[in-house]
């Protein structure tokens, strides 16, 4: 069996957004695991509209042509590594929207964050997990939180996240989760769809 297929997702899409930084140093940790395959997926090259479709994919096609695309990649990916701002307690409003575009591609595949702002963005964090638990996701324990002194810090130049060792093995932590949970559920959806086969047969 191949590799799973990692996804970094860019879970911001503002010019002046701090998203890269943590998406380039989590990128070169989940890169260095052996097990796994990496890409980073940026919501900037998927422009969705607000969701405006007459039901969720689940139930019906999505009409608009972006969010065909999103769907084939979210469907050919094995797990994922979002990056989540936190805005007003939340987490961004494109990233929500961006997971509301896709359904059953999300199914039975691991999620994993890495939080920044005031408190590590962990109130954005929660309520991912909790979007991640509904779409049949298995949103792993372990995440990344970059805490308000350490993000000042980085964004005004004066460290860079990988000088920051309590960070780094937090995002060790997170990458092994999520590549564990991804290599166990890629192979239960191969045995689910040879049984499926096997049945229709």
């Not at 380039?24 to 990496?38: F, L, N, P």
């Not at 422009?47 to 405006?52: A, I, K, N």
């Amino acid at each position: 069996m191949s590799k799973p297929k990692i996804a970094i997702v860019v879970g911001s899409t503002r010019a002046a957004r701090f998203a890269d930084v943590p998406t380039q140093w989590i990128a070169k940790i989940a890169k260095a695991h052996a097990d796994i395959d990496v890409e980073i997926v940026d919501l900037r090259d998927f422009p969705l509209p607000f969701f405006d479709e007459v039901a969720s994919s689940a139930w019906a096609p999505s009409q608009n042509e972006v969010a065909q695309r999103w769907q084939k990649k979210v469907a050919g990916l094995d797990g994922f590594i979002f990056t989540a701002a936190e805005y007003n307690h939340g987490p961004t409003a494109v990233l929500k929207n961006a997971i509301d575009y896709a359904a059953n591609e999300w199914n039975k595949k691991p999620a994993g964050f890495v939080g920044y702002g005031s408190v590590g963005g962990a109130r954005a964090v929660e309520q991912l997990r909790l979007h991640a638990v509904e779409l049949q996701m298995a949103p792993v324990k372990s995440a990344v939180h970059i805490a308000w002194g350490d993000f000042l810090a980085v964004r005004q130049g004066e460290k860079k996240l990988e000088d920051l060792e309590h960070l780094n093995q937090a995002a060790t932590a997170l990458v092994n989760d999520v590549a564990w949970w991804a290599k166990v559920l890629k192979a239960a959806r191969a045995a689910d769809a040879i049984a499926g086969e096997a049945q229709a047969a």
